[in-house]
DNA sequence: CGGGAATGAATGACCATTCATTCATCGCGA
DNA sequence: TCGCGATGAATGAATGGTCATTCATTCCCG
């Protein structure tokens, strides 16, 4: 089948053949992994073909699907990847730090370092993730709604503290938050020039917290 | 040929069959684009057949060829129409405002009562239009710079007058500002429920120039 | 040897695009 | 007013190329 739909994806795709080989199999996995992101972020999803994958990562066409279930499945597999690592080690980050304001740093570091890093990686999620609205919407409802929660929360507790307004929804608050740091992560990432993206964070932070008035 | 690439994506596609009869070749050139919007946020760009396009729009796949170059072509079409309306739209409503403050919120509203009015539209902007590294790289260096430029300067007016802080790059805050509306949009899209898009562009606003702290 | 892992050629859909044909309209001469 | 060829818009079946996916076979390690 060449079938294109996203419909199908499923959330169950790290493991696979969890068989007794799991290093071997894991090492395998990471190499087309890293070769799906190199794929993906130089010609796009659509554009890349599995077999392209295949030959970057130093395998044969058939051998990705012994390690993913399609070729949907490795966007998915990144797509999960990046954001669970990213989620865990936000929170871990974040553990020592009650402060709501140190928090929102830490988050925009956090946010921005990850990013700037690795631009492929940088590209594969802030483009390729953005395919379809299906996918989108899975995506939406689970992760980002995690991510932004952790926001939220950072920004309710620094209303309740009294070091931040409560005059504005902290939902509202951070969808602004992470739409900034959003932005910036694309503008880089499309930028020729190589600016060091996580030096932002903090004129960022400034920047929401402090306002453009004065 | 059945070629995805978006390299050949040509700038020059509005006129076609500049003859006589023109305003019937209009209609139904119009009659196509709405029903890409509505194919393609249905399904995602590359999930629309071209002869899905046509029968919503009550022509036969051919014919759409006659007035589009090629599928990408229609995505093209759409983008350069919407961008071209609002720089236009943005530009005549701020033509009698010179009030720095007045000039954002005045952005704001209209970026955001643009998307809000057609949820469509708003799909294939805020996602479809996102597909590839390619077309973004082309999207950005264009449209997108020409916009944030007409948010720099409002910005940049404000710091001259001594209204808007000084000591935060324009650039930097014409990114934020952009990316926090980009966000509130994409949000609402995706959103199940259906508040008012426009009414959060005063919210926004208020909390890009008064800062979150107090 | 045995068996799982890897291979890559072959398969089967899929779908953008083309183009021979049809259809509708119009100008013009009688 | 009618008839008739000319024009070009519209049609949609056919084409051709592309790939995701499969699976019979081979390889390699213990």
Known sequence: ?????????????????????????????????RAAVKVFARHGYFQSQVADVARVAGVAAGTVYLYFRSKDDLLVSIFERTMKDAIDEGRAALAGVPDPEARLRRIARLHLERLGRDRELAV????????????????????????????????????????????????????VFFGALDEMATNWMLSRRKYDLAAEADVVVDLLIGGLGR
């Open 124 to 175: 594969v999620v802030q483009v390729e993730l953005r395919q379809s609205i299906k996918f989108m919407e899975r995506f939406s409802s689970s992760y980002l709604q995690d991510y932004l929660t952790i926001i939220r929360r950072a920004i309710a507790d620094g209303q309740d503290a009294g070091t931040f307004r409560r005059d504005v929804n902290a939902n509202t608050a951070a969808k």
């Open 1 to 33: 089948m060449n079938d294109h739909s996203f419909i199908a994806m499923s959330a169950t795709s790290t493991r696979r053949l969890a068989a007794v080989k799991a290093p071997p199999a894991t090492d395998k996995r990471d190499a087309i992994l």
